[in-house]
């Protein structure tokens, strides 16, 4: 027992506990408008920043404001060897930012207001300040998230998330299951149906978990079948990159059944809270998804009874 992580895994089991549930986000995804099912959350873990809230973006704003003050939470009870692993999964954050920003600098939208990270940020006060998207590129190779390329918002996005998955999995172990699901994820939705190559960057940096077969794959089948043998069961049963939605619910169900395990069956921690982490942010992925069949009116979400 590490006796420093004690009160900080008490804290992440309690906070884990006041999570909404599969069965809940399925009720809240039944509900006939997003006004109805806005209402149910009233009680709720999200109740404080969903005040005001009376549209489905505004809504899936306040649920990921949520998760970040969670984290930001559970690292105030943190020894200090723990600053890592918090900062590491908050970084998920600062991508947002960053892609807001770079779909900004490349003539979208203006980007909203940037994610409050604190303490828990890597780079993002900084980056921030990049007044062109070249100026962002450079900014990036020079920061901890290193080259990433010099594509648009997706791209950027895509070698982003692969970079966070292997930092993460750099300071917590039990992660490398994870980043190996993310990253064939994140592979397959780089093939497109005329059989275009992924970004070079983004093979880069995928190769050290997937490997080098892949890159010629020209359908879904072909990639199964070139990713290593451990691997291949994230894809299993997709035959078409319309299908991924599938794949990435799946691995939300998969990352909250591990999340589960580490609370359960840890001792006092890193995993504790690791596994609090996951619950959480798979819970506010079940509340997002519930929220948007609920504004469409669709009386049920596909994605979690996939997730089921």
Known sequence: MKADWVAASV???????????????????????????????????YAERLTGASNLAAAE????????????VLAGWLPATGTALARAAAATFEIENIVALA???????????????????????????????????????????????????GPLRAALRVVWMRRLAAV?????????????LTAARSLTDDGASAAPQLI?????????AWQGARSIPEFR????????????????????????????????????????????????????IAVLSVDAWRVRAALAAAAAGAGSSEVLNEAA
């Open 103 to 153: 779909h900004q600098l490349t003539g979208g939208t203006i980007a909203p207001e940037p994610y409050r990270l604190g303490a828990l940020a890597t780079a993002w006060p900084r980056l921030g300040r990049a007044g062109t998207i070249e100026d962002l590129t450079t900014m990036l190779r020079t920061s901890s998230w290193g080259e990433v390329g010099d594509g648009g918002p």
């Open 11 to 45: 804290r992440a089991r309690s906070m884990a506990q006041r999570r909404i549930g599969a069965g809940s986000s399925r009720a809240l995804a039944a509900e006939p408008t997003i006004a109805a099912a806005l209402a149910t959350l009233e009680q709720s873990c």
């Open 225 to 276: 079948a070139a990713l290593p043998p451990s691997l291949q069961k994230v894809v299993r049963d997709i035959a078409t990159p319309t299908e991924l939605w599938r794949v990435e619910a799946r691995v939300h169900a998969e990352l909250e059944a591990d999340g589960f395990r580490l609370l359960r069956g840890s001792l006092p921690g890193p995993d504790v809270v690791l596994g609090a």
């Open 204 to 212: 880069h940096l995928l190769r050290p978990v997937l490997g080098r």
């Open 61 to 72: 704003r306040a649920i990921s404001e949520t998760v970040l003050w969670q984290l930001r």
């Open 172 to 184: 917590a172990p039990p992660v490398l299951p994870w980043c190996g699901a993310v990253c064939v």
